[in-house]
């Protein structure tokens, strides 16, 4: 009976999701490109061909961006983290307008990402662009730069929008882990008299450690396969040190038509989530018995 | 009240307004940039409220000839279309992912939680071919099917958590007054859970309007483009001209941000509940 409900949803993920998946893998041992599109008879099979090609060329692309994904996804959730940490302390704190603090900061998670990405093109943009003025007003710089066209740069500035639309998440995840902590906790341990720093190190990360591993597992797996945000600000470039995984493999795709190749990519990028998505599953059947 | 803690919560309110000024920010520069005339916006310095405000990037986004209004059209019909699929299977489904006992149930959450984490990139050219071979490139179908799934992991998963809580109680009494399955689902169980049911909506309803990937790759034709994909393409063609950008910007977010002022509450129990507890 209980089954015969979630068939539909079942089946709908599996003809958009599953099948495609599978299809994908497929593909990615063809040699579908822009001339075998269209003429099924010239497709076959080339085993393991795109693999290799993506990784071993020369000057592989893909390995490049394995690295800034990873460049990528390090600096954003740490300093999500450790700031979204910092405002769950303080606004499970009780203070006057607190709640509305909270409430709005959490909007930049819900905006479009194309959105946020434009704005923030705009904000670090040479010329009109606001970063540009403060930094030079408390002169960290002499002049502006082009944040965007150089490729360290581009990387930090692709980070820092990143780490503005990731806070909310945190902050929420880690206060509704620190709600949990009863009060009398605290109270115990300023009767030991433990310090403020005694008492988070000590008491409040390891009991909230549960929501920490949640924040930074799916963190993790949001940040590596960002696509919009990156590609809207700097498509990749320039150079390609800005670009991810996905861009890399969307670019296959779509702008060179190697679909096979493209399929390839996304499938790296799939084993990577896969290997995180495992951990995390296994750490959420430890906590709690889904069933 | 102590004194010492009188004197800790100013502090607190004070970090508070510090920290909020700080991430409103950005948005407060979206709104007074497209207030701002083009010879304010690259004066240096540059106001951080315009002398000169003007209402024109609006006018000139209104406009019958721009594509922001079609944009937004289109959205719309995209991002309902694709949250009325999400909420019709995923209720069925976290209902019985919740209330019954079968053997493939595990199995059937793992699926559901996985498909959460997967990236677009990795469905986006087997969709791409599929929906070529049966005819759905440009038409509203092809976002609203593959935008669907992003919202039907998410939903199953919030409501199944508002299934668990309603106590078993219910559904015996319901079953012992003679109430078959369905009845007791539509009359009681359905009811109980429509707080979770708007959550599971309003979910769907902003991934759908969000996204771009999908929207880029399906629609080519610009008069069927949602809004995220409009907006991308207007960039490219109007590099620097940021007042209508920005005046763009905020008509397309407005829908997720009035969501927002309303439904507050309700988005913050959904994205804790969907993450942590799954």
């Given at each position: 009976m209980g089954f015969l409900f979630a068939l539909p949803a079942a089946i709908y993920m599996l003809v958009f999701i599953g099948y495609p998946m599978i299809q994908n893998i497929i593909l990615s041992f063809k040699n579908v490109d822009v001339y075998t599109f269209a003429q099924p008879a010239n497709q076959k099979f080339v085993g393991l061909q795109n693999y290799i090609e993506l990784f071993v060329s020369g000057n592989s692309i893909l390995t490049k961006a394995i690295i800034n994904t990873l460049v990528f996804t390090v600096g954003s959730i740490f300093f999500q983290f450790i700031i979204g940490f910092a405002l769950a302390l303080l606004f499970n704190k009780k203070f006057p307008g607190c709640s509305f603090f909270r409430g709005v900061t959490?909007?930049?998670?819900?905006?479009?990402?194309?959105?946020?990405?434009?704005?923030?093109?705009?904000?670090?943009?040479?010329?009109?662009?606001?970063?540009?003025?403060?930094?030079?007003?408390?002169?960290?710089?002499?002049?502006?730069?082009?944040?965007?066209?150089?490729?360290?740069?581009?990387?930090?500035?692709?980070?820092?929008?990143?780490?503005?639309?990731?806070?909310?998440?945190?902050?929420?995840?880690?206060?509704?882990?620190?709600?949990?902590?009863?009060?009398?906790?605290?109270?115990?341990?300023?009767?030991?008299?433990?310090?403020?720093?005694?008492?988070?190190?000590?008491?409040?990360?390891?009991?909230?450690?549960?929501?920490?591993?949640?924040?930074?597992?799916?963190?993790?797996?949001?940040?590596?396969?960002?696509?919009?945000?990156?590609?809207?600000?700097?498509?990749?470039?320039?150079?390609?040190?800005?670009?991810?995984?996905?861009?890399?493999?969307?670019?296959?795709?779509?702008?060179?038509?190697?679909?096979?190749?493209?399929?390839?990519?996304?499938?790296?990028?799939?084993?990577?989530?896969?290997?995180?998505?495992?951990?995390?599953?296994?750490?959420?059947?430890?906590?709690?018995?889904?069933? | 009240m102590g004194k010492k803690e009188k004197r800790s919560r100013i502090i607190a309110f004070a970090l508070g307004m510090i920290i909020f000024v700080i991430l409103i920010f950005p948005l407060y520069w979206m709104v007074v940039t497209a207030l701002k005339t083009q010879v304010e916006i690259f004066q240096i310095p540059t106001p951080l409220w315009p002398a000169d405000l003007t209402l024109d990037a609006f006018k000139a986004q209104i406009s019958a000839s721009s594509d922001t209004l079609r944009g937004f059209k289109n959205s719309a019909i995209i991002a309902v279309g694709a949250t009325a699929?999400?909420?019709?299977?995923?209720?069925?489904?976290?209902?019985?992912?919740?209330?019954?006992?079968?053997?493939?149930?595990?199995?059937?959450?793992?699926?559901?939680?996985?498909?959460?984490?997967?990236?677009?990139?990795?469905?986006?050219?087997?969709?791409?071919?599929?929906?070529?071979?049966?005819?759905?490139?440009?038409?509203?179908?092809?976002?609203?099917?593959?935008?669907?799934?992003?919202?039907?992991?998410?939903s199953i998963i919030i409501l199944r958590t508002y299934f668990l809580s309603i106590p078993k109680e219910l559904d015996e009494a319901a079953n012992i007054d003679g109430c078959g399955y369905w009845k007791s689902f539509f009359l009681i169980m359905l009811p109980i859970a429509k707080p979770g049911v708007i959550v599971a909506a309003v979910f769907s309803f902003v991934y759908a309007w969000g996204d771009l990937i999908y929207g880029i790759t399906f629609i080519t034709d610009p008069t069927k483009r949602p809004i995220t994909s409009s907006i991308y393409n207007y960039v490219q063609q109007y590099q620097t001209l940021w007042n209508s950008t920005m005046a763009f910007g905020i008509i397309a977010i407005s829908p997720v941000v009035l969501i927002f002022i309303f439904m507050q509450k309700y988005i913050v129990s959904g994205l804790t509940n969907g993450a942590v507890k799954a």
């Open positions: 959490m909007i930049s998670w819900l905006l479009p990402v194309t959105v946020a990405g434009l704005l923030f093109k705009f904000m670090f943009a040479s010329s009109g662009g606001i970063i540009n003025q403060f930094l030079v007003a408390l002169h960290i710089l002499d002049k502006p730069m082009d944040w965007l066209l150089q490729p360290k740069s581009a990387m930090v500035a692709i980070i820092v929008a990143n780490i503005w639309i990731g806070i909310p998440f945190n902050m929420m995840l880690l206060i509704t882990g620190l709600t949990t902590i009863p009060s009398d906790v605290y109270e115990s341990c300023n009767l030991d008299g433990a310090n403020k720093v005694q008492t988070l190190f000590w008491v409040t990360i390891p009991m909230i450690k549960p929501a920490i591993m949640s924040v930074l597992t799916l963190g993790f797996v949001y940040t590596f396969k960002v696509f919009d945000l990156v590609w809207v600000m700097t498509k990749g470039g320039p150079i390609n040190s800005t670009e991810l995984v996905s861009t890399y493999a969307y670019r296959l795709s779509f702008e060179e038509f190697q679909f096979s190749k493209g399929a390839a990519a996304a499938n790296v990028l799939f084993l990577i989530l896969l290997v995180v998505g495992i951990f995390y599953i296994k750490l959420i059947n430890e906590e709690e018995e889904i069933m | 699929i999400s909420t019709l299977l995923s209720i069925p489904a976290a209902y019985g992912l919740a209330r019954f006992r079968f053997g493939m149930k595990k199995a059937l959450i793992l699926f559901f939680l996985i498909t959460q984490m997967l990236p677009s990139t990795l469905v986006l050219t087997s969709l791409y071919i599929m929906f070529s071979k049966v005819k759905l490139l440009n038409t509203y179908w092809a976002p609203i099917l593959a935008d669907a799934t992003l919202g039907i992991p998410f």
